[in-house]
T-cell receptor
Framework: AQKITQTQPGMFVQEKEAVTLDCTYDTSDQSYGLFWYKQPSSGEMIFLIYQGSYDEQNATEGRYSLNFQKARKSANLVISASQLGDSAMYFCAMGPYGNNRLAFGKGNQVVVIP | DAGVTQSPTHLIKTRGQQVTLRCSPKSGHDTVSWYQQALGQGPQFIFQYYEEEERQRGNFPDRFSGHQFPNYSSELNVNALLLGDSALYLC??????????????FGEGSRLTVL
């Protein structure tokens, strides 16, 4: 079984600043995938970034980067140069490698202020 | 290129009724998963369909059932609705062969309210 923990309270971020969202996980799987999704008020889960547990380099996708520390079982999301459109809930998720059955955390609320 | 589409977007039912939600996967995807997201929570995995068969199932009662059609679209059926079934139901599509790439995309969801 997998467990994802996201415990940060809601965050206010100044526009153009960077923000780090914490995610820790627990799994008995030797290989697994880690995901981050953004969910605006519309409800759609928007894929942001993926990291495989065997990937040695941290994943990056545009303004998003994943700070993967396997020994600490953490997969923090860094959003650089925040924009007003980044205001949303952010979910960390994981699944066994080769399996898209995901376990999600409870999410982090981010509000970007001008 | 159409993404994942779900219908209806909103619906209201009463306790004991039955509901059917529909999902069309992203073009080229062959695997559909369904998730339930209660208010203030992260999504929870219900089940996954591939080649018209249920391949995996989460911890949900038999009142939750599904189907996948030859064109890869899928339905989620919930019988004997309870107040606790009120949630956003999300459909996600992927390629069975692409599960190691993180290519898993969600629709906008169907918001079900049970009165």
């Amino acid at each position: 079984a997998q467990k994802i923990t996201q415990t940060q309270p809601g965050m206010f971020v100044q526009e153009k600043e960077a923000v780090t969202l914490d995610c820790t996980y627990d799994t008995s799987d030797q290989s697994y995938g880690l995901f981050w999704y953004k969910q605006p008020s519309s409800g759609e889960m928007i894929f942001l970034i993926y990291q495989g547990s065997y990937d040695e380099q941290n994943a990056t996708e545009g303004r998003y980067s994943l700070n993967f520390q396997k020994a600490r079982k953490s997969a923090n999301l860094v959003i650089s140069a925040s924009q007003l459109g980044d205001s949303a809930m952010y979910f960390c998720a994981m699944g066994p490698y080769g399996n898209n059955r995901l376990a999600f955390g409870k999410g982090n609320q981010v509000v970007v202020i001008p | 290129d159409a993404g994942v589409t779900q219908s209806p977007t909103h619906l209201i039912k009463t306790r004991g009724q039955q509901v059917t939600l529909r999902c069309s996967p992203k073009s080229g995807h062959d695997t559909v998963s369904w998730y339930q997201q209660a208010l203030g929570q992260g999504p929870q995995f219900i089940f996954q369909y591939y080649e018209e068969e249920e391949r995996q199932r989460g911890n949900f009662p038999d009142r939750f059932s599904g189907h996948q059609f030859p064109n890869y679209s899928s339905e989620l059926n919930v019988n004997a609705l309870l107040l606790g079934d009120s949630a956003l139901y999300l459909c996600a599509s992927s390629l069975a062969s692409g599960v190691n790439t993180g290519e898993l995309f969600f629709g906008e969801g169907s918001r079900l309210t049970v009165l």
